[in-house]
């Protein structure tokens, strides 16, 4: 059995059904196994409303079939026809300003849209009972990329319905939502819930609280979409096989932990050169990472995507060459698609499949790479993918292990930082993105975990500033003894999106006592020096004002505090440098003998089982060599792209 499986995402729809043949066996004489179908297929498979035409995707799957590939179906539901839209127009979603957004790209729709919802299960039964023990077929992909083009929170009359539904669910009680909203201020106090609106297109500031409600509405109506589409699944006769979605990256609209629930494998469509080109790294970054992205972004989604599918994840979609829709789209190096699909399996990823098989030369994609040209001939990353569908097969087959370090990731704290910033660069995935990266740099795997994840036998739990922090979560990590790096924000919002009774941390104070009680928001440019282990730093963003019977370890040179310690828990109440948050995370290591191995810039490792995965982002070659162990891949010395593979001598 090999380590991972190399997957396609194909469209025979695109082609001329002579050349299918041809296209399935070169892709099987490249050592693809997988390959993707048919998400976006309504207006094939149903041509007109009622009418379906099953042949030509027959066709196509028994072709693939014939050559031994497997295939993962999909739920067309992504891509309603025009038909569906003329005949109900009231499906497509409403944005902020109350613009409708109109047919003629892809996910026009609105998930709490009763009507699309009916049309959507109508429409996936027929597919699912068409092929559902279809023997070629070992997987589903439901939709596709929920959420995305901002259709996540739409703001249709209907969804305000669904809205006050939502609300009197949870509040039961209007002076309930009154109090939780504090609606005493500005006289904003509602009699019914049938009173409540939409957030949107207000004179100046919607309530924080009106938001959030309203955002974890949004996130519950994509949880319900996609448990309806699973449900189908689960009451057919090829119930058997395992059930997926493909999640995105940067992406923090609904909460995928609760979308997760309902599925096997969690998956996520990989780009790091459009997201890094599009992200919120420094120019120096953007260039010195420009043909093979950033040192620690694939390997975070990795992480959170595997926490997401509770251990179980896939990538479904892994860029293969230059995009279409970052700002410039540079040409990945030659190793770049095996390097990165290389990543993925060292994080535990059962299958990476690439987008896509052949370039289509026109619509909106027509300038997004393939495997294969237009003309049907091999791209330049189609050699590196065959190359390492080769490693894959000589690899043993290892499962991922607990890792050392835990880090909590909320998504309503994302949505809480988005709604009210209050200082520019403070967004929860950036700064949840830089404790994960100090941390990589000391060579350390890194557990994703959620509010309700198990916390025993960590060294190491990072709060990263998590702006919600649900007290039950706090209690169980002090129950666990487990060592505690705390970041500044964490804690400041309860979970109405109101400040906390006790103030900030909130329920953090159980651990560390200390309380926050002002917040200095740093224009850019404004800058509080301190200096640790012999290194000048810069406090810059966010500064806490923290009153505390604990000294600071460490204070800025005007004297304000920095970093307080009690016992094991650690609180940072400014935004800091990565380099500094290392250092930090180094002397907790230490004092908890822990192990831990400082990396050069833009090398990186990650362990699966006895195997040690080491990957050289930096355009300077990088030696590495693991303890104790025989390089079965690759060498001691790696250029910009290259990886190699150690496993410990005694497995």
């Given amino acids: 059995m090999a380590l991972a499986s190399i997957g396609v995402c194909y469209y025979p729809e695109h082609w001329p059904r002579e050349v299918w043949a041809e296209q399935a066996k070169t892709m099987r004489s490249g050592g693809i196994e997988l390959v993707r179908i048919a998400e976006f297929a309504w207006s094939r498979i149903e041509p007109s409303p009622g009418h379906f035409d099953w042949e030509w995707l027959d066709s196509a799957i028994d072709t693939l079939a014939a050559e031994n590939l497997q295939i993962i179906m999909c739920t067309p539901t992504a891509c309603p026809p025009l038909w569906l839209v003329e005949r109900y127009p009231e499906i497509l979603p409403v944005d902020s300003k109350d613009h409708v957004r109109r047919f003629g790209s892809r996910r ?38 929920y959420g995305c083009h901002e259709t996540t929170l739409s703001y249709a009359e209907d969804d305000e319905r669904a809205f006050q539904r939502w609300l009197e669910a949870r509040h039961a009680d209007i002076d309930a939502l009154n109090k939780a909203w504090g609606t005493v201020f500005w006289s904003q106090e509602y009699r019914s819930f049938a009173e409540v609106g939409r957030p949107n297109l207000t004179v100046t500031e919607v309530n924080p609280a009106h938001r959030l409600d309203y955002w974890r509405f949004a996130s519950d109506q994509v949880r319900d979409f996609n448990a309806e589409q699973r449900q189908i699944l689960r009451d057919s006769q090829g119930s058997d096989r395992w059930v997926t979605h493909n999640f995105m990256g940067n992406f923090v609209e609904f909460d995928h932990f609760t979308v997760g629930e309902d599925l096997d494998v969690a998956s996520w469509d990989s780009y790091p050169l459009g997201f890094l080109d599009q992200g919120w790294f420094s120019n120096d970054e953007k260039l010195r990472y420009r043909r093979i992205g950033h040192p620690d972004w694939a390997a975070f989604h990795h992480d959170l995507y595997r926490a997401v599918g509770r251990g179980r994840f896939a990538v479904m979609e892994q860029q293969p060459g230059p995009v279409n829709w970052a700002e410039s789209n540079a040409q990945p190096l030659d190793s770049a698609p095996a390097f990165w699909g290389m990543e993925a399996v060292a994080h535990g990823a059962e299958f990476v499949s690439y987008f896509r098989y052949q370039q289509l030369p026109r619509a909106q994609e027509q300038m997004h790479a393939a495997l294969r040209l237009p003309t049907g001939e091999a791209a330049p990353a189609w050699a590196s993918v065959s190359q390492l569908a080769g490693e894959l097969e000589s690899l043993p087959a290892f499962g991922s292990t607990q890792a050392p370090i835990a880090l909590l990731f909320d998504y309503p704290s994302c949505w809480a930082s988005t709604i009210q910033p209050h200082a520019p660069g403070m967004h929860q995935l950036e700064s949840t993105f830089q404790y994960y990266s100090a941390a990589r740099a000391l060579g350390l795997d890194i ?12 060294k190491l739990l990072i709060i990263p500033g998590t702006v919600i922090v649900d007290a039950t979560f706090i209690a169980r990590a002090k ?18 999106c109101a400040l906390p009774t006790a103030l900030a941390p909130g329920p953090i104070q159980t651990i560390i006592p200390l309380r926050v009680v002002a917040v200095d928001s740093m224009r850019r440019g404004a800058v509080r020096p301190f200096a640790y282990a012999g290194h000048t730093f810069e406090a810059s963003r966010w500064h806490e004002s923290v009153e505390s019977t604990i ?38 290591l230490s004092a908890a003998e822990a192990p831990y191995k400082p990396l050069q810039e833009g090398l990186r490792v990650r362990r699966r089982g006895p195997l040690t995965f080491a990957f050289n982002f930096s355009a300077d070659t990088r030696r590495f060599e693991a303890k104790d162990a025989r390089c079965i891949l690759g060498s001691l010395d790696l250029a910009q792209g290259d990886y190699s593979i150690w496993q410990q001598a005694n497995d």
């Fill in 108 to 145: 026009h729709y609105r998930f709490a849209s009763s009507v699309y919802r009916a049309e959507s299960t109508r429409i996936s039964q027929a597919v699912i009972d068409r092929y559902a023990t279809h023997p070629a077929i070992v997987g589903w992909q439901l939709d596709n990329e």
């Fill in 479 to 496: 129950a666990a003894r487990v060592n505690c790096l705390i970041g500044a924000r964490s804690g400041s919002r309860d979970e109405h």
């Fill in 551 to 588: 000294e600071p370890r460490i204070r800025c040179d005007d004297g304000a505090g920095l970093w307080y310690s009690a016992g094991n828990n650690h609180y940072i109440n400014a935004h800091v440098p990565s380099e500094f948050l290392t250092l930090v995370i180094q002397e907790i």
């Fill in 447 to 458: 557990d994703i975990v959620d509010a309700k994840s198990n916390l025993q036998d960590y």
